[in-house]
């Protein structure tokens, strides 16, 4: 349904069924982790529950407890494996369009793909967000072809199930063209207005302002449903509504802050007098007298004034503590690589977009194979946070 921007990337506690921070892994496609947030199995379970002791119950009678309750199963698995199709659309196309996405998550409103950086051209972002409700018509189509060559030679109830997934693809398509940021009629109008005017500041302030109009209207059709007595529905759209509200204000903060980002260098917000540590330095006299004497969540890793790698704390949480004694610091740091390195004179949303996709919290700067000094998610994010107060970086 809706697509947001990820300051920090979830990473993966185990394969397989591993769990995530907050979420369920459970596959992947063209690298692309698919997660299951806790919050679907409210919606899940509303859905199911509201398909098989309402829905086909009152329109499709005569057939058994067991039976509706495996159509309203079947009907909602099918159901969230169109929006799982709906966000890939989105997230395959951003990859082809050089756009990393690290992860999906499917949680209680439907599906959000992680971009790990906003498209920086109008046809991009049209592109991306075209694909989701032609996915949506398309799935809509499909079904209702299924239901129309099965018609007549199955159950009436199993005809239905495909009727429901046809209905249910086609609203979500329309839902999902409202011009409203953040659905994907919201980016398609951002994307006309930001080629139109070329500002994308502009236009993001339009699609925001009315996908906050479009969110109050929801909740106030939520509460005229509470009146009508239709309490769960009407909650239900006040709850959207709040959600879709918020996301709309938080996009347009984002790309004010983002466009502030992209005039300032890297040299303007790094740490000079960065503390280094020894490659053969045993990981337990780091613990004790870098991390805990300094209190910082990584350091450079130099050896003979070059510098080989970056330790982290994360690196060294991997490490069981009865091997810190013997394990050293080469063993344990990531290798310094591009991954982990930045210009001084690269712009600080470079720096964001690096951090974000390599899913780390810090970057050496360095000037030719020199360390210069280093850059900190955490600082970043702290100058984000004084940038919405004090306006622009001089």
Do not use: C
């Not at 300094?294 to 690196?315: E, I, K, Q, T």
């Amino acid at each position: 349904m809706a697509e947001g921007s990820e300051s920090n990337n979830t990473e993966m506690a185990g394969r397989g069924g591993g769990l995530m921070h907050g979420a369920i892994y459970l596959f992947q496609v063209q690298g692309i982790k698919v997660t299951l947030n806790y919050s679907w199995l409210i919606i899940f379970v509303l859905v199911v529950w509201g398909l098989s002791a309402g829905y086909f119950p009152h329109f499709f009678p005569g057939y058994s407890i067991q039976v509706y309750w495996l159509a309203g199963v079947v009907s909602a698995l099918f159901f969230f494996a169109s929006i799982l199709i709906h966000e890939l659309s989105h997230s395959i196309t951003a990859v082809r369009q050089g756009i990393q996405i690290p992860e999906i998550t499917l949680f209680v409103f439907g599906g959000v793909a992680h971009i790990a950086e906003e498209p920086r051209d109008p046809m991009v972002e049209f592109k991306i967000a075209v694909v989701g409700p032609l996915a949506s018509f398309g799935l809509a189509l499909i079904f209702w072809i299924v239901s129309a060559a099965i018609s007549g030679s199955v159950p009436t109830l199993v005809e239905a199930i495909f009727e429901y997934l046809a209905w249910i693809n086609l609203a979500l398509g329309v839902f999902n063209l409202v011009p409203g940021y953040p659905l994907d009629g919201g980016r398609i109008f951002r994307a006309l207005v930001w080629w139109r005017t070329g500002s994308v500041t502009r236009a993001t302030k339009w699609a925001s302002d009315i996908g906050k109009g479009f969110a109050w209207a929801l909740m106030l059709l939520g509460v005229l449903q509470i009146f009508a007595g239709a309490l769960v529905g009407g909650l239900w759209l006040i709850f959207i509504g709040m959600f879709l509200r918020g996301i709309a204000a938080t996009g347009y903060h984002q790309t004010i802050i983002r466009q502030s980002l992209e005039g300032v260098q890297v040299e303007r917000l790094m740490v000079e007098d960065v503390i280094s540590v020894s490659p053969s330095l045993s990981l337990e006299q780091v613990a004790q007298d870098y991390f805990l004497r300094y209190g910082h969540g990584g350091f450079p890793v130099v050896d003979n004034g070059r510098a080989v790698g970056v330790l982290s704390l994360s690196d060294l949480k991997e490490i069981p503590p009865k091997d810190r004694e013997t394990m050293t610091v080469r063993e344990a740091m990531r290798p310094l690589g591009p991954d982990l390195q930045i210009e001084p004179t690269e712009s600080l949303s470079d720096a964001l977009k690096k951090m974000t996709q390599g899913g780390i919290g810090r970057l050496l700067v360095m000037r030719g194979d020199r360390p210069v000094g280093m850059i900190t998610k955490s600082g970043l994010l702290r100058f984000m946070e004084i940038k919405q107060v004090l306006g622009p970086f001089s």
